[in-house]
């Protein structure tokens, strides 16, 4: 079963033109604005603790470079995209029949 048509929505093969374009970008400023922001600021967490890992490890308990660098690329590879999953998941199970759906998979 296919996705239902949306009144006034385009098909698929239309494509918008820069000025309809531009207008969007317009008239959603704050949010995009707001978007941005926060993936820079989980971008700078990310980064900083990925500096900032091994080397803690490695001055603070005194692990080889070897052992700091395999558990900071097994948490990296392993907690990543379980993060991502468990993150959908669980803003899937909150927003459930509740019409908030922004505000609270933002949480998730």
Known sequence: MGEPRAAGARSATA???TGEFAAYLRTHAR???????GFACSAAVN???GAWLATFLIRAHG???ASAGTLQGVLTAVLGPVGVLGGGWLSDRWTRGRGMWMRRSVWG
């Open 31 to 37: 949010t995009l604005a707001a978007v941005s922001l």
């Open 47 to 49: 980064y900083g603790v």
């Open 63 to 65: 692990w080889t470079e």
């Open 15 to 17: 494509s918008a033109s």
